[in-house]
């Protein structure tokens, strides 16, 4: 059984069954209208760091799918489905107070990642899964660094507002408020030079 | 009945005028763009730039339209963003013929008009729009009752970037066409910095890199090469995260720097890979022009808006989602 789940930007997403259980399979698929170099170098490096970003992760308390094989020559990576619905699926669905609470724990989780000196580079509402137990699962680690200094960290905080705006502007209030409110709580203590390197980054492009 | 509008365009170093009906009839469409001899565009050059031939790219406007200035029903200008000294002029002189002429006057977003345009050329409904020019890289697409900006430079624009780097390798202005032509002979690529983040990117780290490879007598074809290839490489990049987020079905090119045609070539490969429609606005409609102004100021007039003069102070910073638009359904 293989069966397409997405089509993302750099990748092709499968469900796949095998020894009785349900995988996802990753995909990075080779864009011919770029330049070779460019296309090679890209899948090469991100799938390196997806593969090591996803372990380092969760050693830093975020829940993501567990790595079960990496095939460099084809460019791909089998690791765990996760079974839920992605957060920006269920946004407009659910009570506020269970909106308020998922997106606390976003905050929270964005957090530990910091804390490590690791961030997500893409952490949009797509790149969070809800499971039936309401826990949050990241995913989609292709653009996550480690080593991260302060800016990287504000860029990751501008990445989150951005995600807000465009995809949940009705909401956007209450889930940026939310989520940096749980991003405060387990911050250390550079929350604040995070927080306002954040609106620094928002008003430096050009017409911001 | 068919309404004629007259936009005005003047928000940096181009300035022009055109005449647009309501039935989407591009009647007229003229337009100078400030070379400056050496150097960079300075804003205060600029404005004097529009005031010295603004009278007469209207003229001409009006007169190449096959219409006298009575037979015009608006005026519209674009209100921002850009740079002050470039809008206070533009929204002068336009507030200046709408009240000669007693007619409404109709305030404009320069970036959504270029979307607009674009949507009435390409027939598009409702794309994700890669804006690029000399002031402004985004990647645009509606939802919710405006246009919202999906990514965007964290730093400079496309345009700006290989502007500057042009004038490093010692071309004139604008660059780009130059770099275009100068990239085909380029056969050797240096790595430069690729910097995409989500759907945002950064552009300053790349300028700095080429011309490090410049100091290093790098070949100023491979440079050029090199140059394009990444920057548009992250292009399309943010172009297919946009359409994997929002799902939508369409993507248009647009601005200046859409005259590109590597940059067209590689966006219908990621159109292909989406399968999605594309289109590549033509070059007429791609930079700075009144023709989009004067359409935007229709779409606009017609769901019922417009401006006092008095009401009608210029907004450099206008954000492109900052404007309901009422024009369009929401979805």
Not at chain 2, 31 to 42: F, S, V
Request: proline content about 3%; hydrophobic content about 40%.
């Amino acid at each position: 059984m293989k069966q397409m789940l997405a089509l993302g930007a750099e990748s092709i997403i499968y469900k796949i069954e095998q020894w009785g259980q349900y995988y996802v399979l990753k995909w990075r698929q080779s864009k011919p209208y770029l330049l070779d170099k460019i296309d090679s170098q890209l899948r090469k490096v991100r799938i390196n760091r997806e593969c090591k970003m996803l372990t380092i992760s969760r050693t830093l308390g975020v829940r993501t799918p567990a790595v079960y094989s990496v095939d460099l020559y084809n460019h791909t990576i089998m690791m765990d489905f996760i079974d839920g619905t992605q957060f920006k699926q269920l946004a407009g669905q659910i009570p506020a107070s269970e909106l308020v609470s998922l997106c606390h724990n976003f905050g929270q989780l964005i957090a530990l990642l910091h804390n490590g000196n690791v961030v997500h580079g893409d952490p949009t509402t797509s790149n969070v899964i809800v499971d039936k137990n309401s826990r949050l699962w990241l995913i989609d680690f292709g653009l996550s660094e480690m080593n991260a200094t302060l800016e990287m960290k504000g860029v990751d905080l501008h990445l989150i507002q951005r995600a807000l705006e465009t995809t949940h502007w009705d909401l956007q209030e209450t889930m940026l408020e939310a989520t940096l409110e749980g991003y405060v709580e387990v911050q250390d203590d550079s929350a604040e030079s995070i927080l306002s390197r954040m609106k620094e980054i928002r008003e430096r492009g050009r017409y911001h | 009945m068919t309404t004629i509008c007259l936009g005005i365009e003047g928000t940096a170093h181009s300035f022009g005028a055109g005449i647009v009906t309501s039935d989407g009839k591009v009647l007229s469409n003229e337009w100078d763009m400030l070379k400056p001899e050496q150097g960079g565009i300075h804003p205060r050059e600029a404005s004097r730039h529009h005031s010295e031939l603004g009278p007469t790219i209207i003229n001409d406007a009006v007169r190449k339209a096959g219409i006298g200035f009575r037979d015009v029903d608006i005026i519209a200008f674009s209100r921002g963003p850009g740079l002050g000294p470039s809008l206070r002029t533009t929204a002068t002189i336009a507030r200046t013929l709408a009240l000669k002429l007693c007619i409404p006057l109709v305030d404009v977003n320069h970036c959504v008009a270029h979307i607009e345009i674009g949507c009435l050329e390409s027939e598009f409904a409702d794309p994700v729009t890669v804006y690029v020019s000399g002031g402004n890289t985004q990647v645009i697409a509606f939802a919710g009752g405006r246009f919202r900006t999906f990514g965007e430079t964290l730093d400079i624009a496309i345009g700006n970037m290989l502007d500057v780097l042009g004038r490093e390798l010692g071309m004139g202005f604008p660059a780009g066409p130059t770099i275009e032509t100068v990239a085909k002979d380029g056969e050797n690529y240096h790595n430069l910095p690729y910097s995409v983040k989500g759907m945002d990117l950064s552009y300053s780290g790349m300028l700095t890199a080429a011309k490090k490879l410049h100091s290093e007598n790098v070949l100023v074809p491979d440079i050029c090469f090199s140059v394009q290839e990444t920057a548009f490489g992250m292009l399309a990049e943010v172009a297919e995260r946009a359409l994997a987020h929002t799902k939508k079905s369409e993507l248009l090119l647009t601005g200046g720097v859409a005259r590109n045609n590597r940059l067209t070539e590689i966006l219908t490969g990621v159109s292909e890979r989406h399968e999605t429609k594309f289109h590549r606005v033509s070059s007429s409609l791609a930079g700075d022009q009144g023709a989009m102004i004067a359409w935007n100021g229709i779409l606009q007039y017609n769901s019922g808006h417009q401006i006092r003069v008095e009401d009608s102070h210029v907004l450099p910073k206008w954000r492109t989602d900052d404007q309901d638009i009422n024009w369009r359904k929401s979805l």
